[in-house]
């Protein structure tokens, strides 16, 4: 199995969040570790949980600090412990612009409501105070705006008759403690999941000028023209066996440059079955070392290779100077 990601997971009580992570990480397939636990309060009962369990902690309480200070703080404890991706678990602290960033796509919260609804704080009072059939909890990916970002996934939990808030949170706590380790599972995971990869092509080749998808033999394709005359200047390759299971097959100038880079990175570049000598390349996308801008460049490459002279005399003219 690959190395396993590291994670931090910031605290603030309880940590019971914190302790269903601790525990899924102790199986041997989970491909992810636990590798700090950190809390503004010291007194968190997570914290001694997770001395318990032989994991580093770090405490820091936030008092007499400006919110920049003390997550800078929590950032240089994080980057040693030498994590990857940070978790928050029940941190019921805002975080500053700056520290968002720093951690942008790898940073994830759980949040006691099915988001967009419900931000915030009695998340479980205005549900059942807004007569909802169904609660629940939500993943999501941390962006400056509170409780807002992508979301990873959610779990719907019934709202009984005789539910009051701690009824209802009690039993959304369950299914939070469901639904963290698996999503973590599966988003430390993403790069390798085709389906994923599949995305980052498709925006990227989408975001291209006249641009539209169509399938080329079971396979998703990228066309520039219209729907009638457009030329394909990308494919995505998947095998289900064989070694080279992902892949995105674009346009080089001609067999030289087709050879020079497979002899150049010959891991990274191979020549397609089935497209002769025509000079187009494949690039594999499943070595989990994927450059989405370097993809991003061969998309663009691809796409003026082919796109008709009247989208592509614009940067012919750039080019000149
Ligand atoms: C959890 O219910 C979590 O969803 C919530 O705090 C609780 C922490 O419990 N988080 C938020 O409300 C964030 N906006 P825990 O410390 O036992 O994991």
């Given at each position: 199995m690959a190395e396993k990601a590291r994670v931090a997971i910031l605290i603030s009580g309880r940590g019971s969040n914190m302790a269903a992570l601790v525990y899924a990480a102790k199986a041997g397939d989970c491909p992810y570790e636990i590798v700090l636990v950190a809390s503004?309060?010291?007194?968190?009962?997570?914290?001694?949980?997770?001395?318990?369990?032989?994991?580093?902690?770090c405490a820091h309480p936030h008092k007499g600090l400006t919110r920049e200070a003390h997550d800078?703080?929590?950032?240089?404890?994080?980057?040693?412990?030498g994590a990857e991706y940070v978790v928050l678990a029940?941190?019921?602290r805002i975080l500053s612009d700056?520290?968002?960033?720093?951690?942008?796509?790898?940073?994830?919260?759980?949040?006691?409501?099915l988001l967009p609804k419900y931000k915030g704080l009695d998340t479980y009072q205005r549900a059942l105070d807004a007569g909802?059939?169904?609660?629940?909890?939500?993943?999501?990916?941390?962006?400056?705006?509170?409780?807002?970002?992508p979301i990873l996934a959610?779990?719907?939990?019934?709202?009984?008759?005789?539910?009051?808030?701690?009824?209802?949170?009690?039993?959304?706590?369950?299914?939070?403690?469901?639904?963290?380790?698996?999503?973590?599972a599966r988003y430390v995971t993403r790069e390798a999941d085709p389906e994923w990869i599949l995305d980052q092509v498709r925006k990227r080749a989408l975001a291209?000028?006249?641009?539209?998808?169509?399938?080329?033999?079971?396979?998703?394709?990228?066309?520039v023209g219209s729907e009638k005359t457009g030329k394909y200047f990308a494919y995505f390759t998947q095998k289900l066996h064989g070694e080279a299971s992902v892949g995105l097959l674009v346009k080089t100038s001609g067999l030289d440059e087709q050879a020079?880079?497979?002899?150049a990175d010959p891991e990274l570049y191979y020549a397609p079955k089935f497209y002769g000598k025509s000079g187009w390349i494949a690039i594999r996308l499943d070595l989990g070392r994927t450059d989405w801008d370097h993809i991003a460049d061969w998309l663009a490459k691809s796409w003026r290779l082919v796109a008709p002279k009247r989208l592509t005399r614009m940067i012919d003219i750039a080019d000149q100077f």
């Open positions: 503004n309060d010291p007194a968190a009962p997570g914290l001694a949980l997770a001395e318990a369990e032989a994991i580093a902690t800078q703080i929590m950032h240089d404890a994080i980057v040693r412990s029940g941190y019921m700056g520290f968002v960033q720093k951690w942008a796509d790898r940073m994830v919260n759980i949040h006691p409501s909802d059939r169904v609660a629940g909890c939500s993943v999501h990916l941390v962006t400056p705006q509170l409780d807002d970002g959610q779990t719907e939990v019934a709202i009984l008759p005789g539910d009051d808030a701690d009824s209802l949170a009690s039993r959304i706590l369950i299914a939070e403690h469901q639904l963290y380790p698996a999503t973590l291209l000028e006249e641009t539209h998808e169509r399938e080329s033999f079971g396979s998703p394709g990228w066309r020079a880079l497979i002899d």
